[in-house]
Nanobody
Framework: QSQLVESGGGLVQAGGSLRLSCAAS????????MGWYRQAPGKQREFIAR?????????TYADSVKGRFTISRDNAEKTVYLQMSSLKPEDTAVYYC?????????WGQGTQVTVSS
């Protein structure tokens, strides 16, 4: 069983919204940061957004999603969210959750997001 479980993917029309969730299992501790990546068919996996677990939760976004996607966290639940708005067909991809912990990086199994034109 994956230590990171994504949910919330699906099919949406262009201009629509989706919210992805990623829950880390209890076996994962000391999470430094969590983030989202995506991989479209025939393309390399690319960074989307990251949020730091400590403090105010500094965030970083890829230029391609700035102003449209928002990453947030619930540290108590070890869950990270990705609110996606104004979706475009080029946002179609498998979206992967990532957790950065001391000494290693953990990946989820991915959730498909398809945006129709």
């Amino acid at each position: 069983q994956s230590q990171l479980v994504e949910s919330g993917g699906g099919l949406v029309q262009a201009g629509g919204s989706l919210r992805l969730s990623c829950a880390a299992s209890r076996t994962i501790s000391s999470i430094v940061a969590m983030g989202w990546y995506r991989q479209a068919p025939g393309k390399q996996r690319e960074f989307i957004a990251r949020i730091i677990s400590a403090g105010a939760g500094d965030t970083t976004y890829a230029d391609s999603v700035k102003g449209r996607f928002t990453i947030s966290r619930d540290n108590a639940e070890k869950t990270v969210y990705l609110q996606m708005s104004s979706l475009k067909p080029e946002d179609t991809a498998v979206y992967y959750c990532q957790a950065v912990i001391p000494g290693r990086i953990v990946w989820g199994q991915g959730t498909q997001v398809t945006v129709s034109s």
